[in-house]
Nanobody
């Protein structure tokens, strides 16, 4: 089992920045691919970004491309999501997810990940 704990959420004004962290523990392995997803009440969970275990492949939703950056520090078993130029529509509960050796084409799919954190709230005021 792998446990994921997100942190770094909060309230920020539009145009501001936040950095989310996702700390992994338990049966950790540097070969876990990691993704970030977000969800607003009443709406479906939305893909935000994903990164291969090696860091060699990254994927972004069109809505965040150029503003968000996903990264990871395998020595610390921690993933990050740097969010810049935040907009009110970025307001959501953000989740990190992880799983081993995903097929690249599935990394945007929430259903591909077995391990999920509890989420951290990001609120962007206008």
């Amino acid at each position: 089992q792998v446990q994921l704990v997100e942190s770094g959420g909060g309230l920020v004004q539009a145009g501001g920045s936040l950095r989310l962290s996702c700390a992994a523990s338990g049966r950790t392995s540097s070969r876990f691919d990691m993704g970030w997803f977000r969800q607003v009440p009443g709406k479906e969970r939305e893909f935000v970004a994903a990164i291969r275990w090696s860091g060699g492949h990254t994927y972004y939703a069109d809505s965040v491309k150029g503003r968000f950056t996903i990264s990871r520090d395998n020595a610390r078993n921690t993933g990050y999501l740097q969010m810049n130029s935040l907009k009110p529509e970025d307001t959501a509960l953000y989740y990190c997810a992880a799983d081993e050796r995903l097929i690249l084409s599935t990394m945007r799919l929430g259903s591909a990940y077995d391990y999920w954190g509890q989420g951290t709230q990001v609120t962007v005021s206008s």
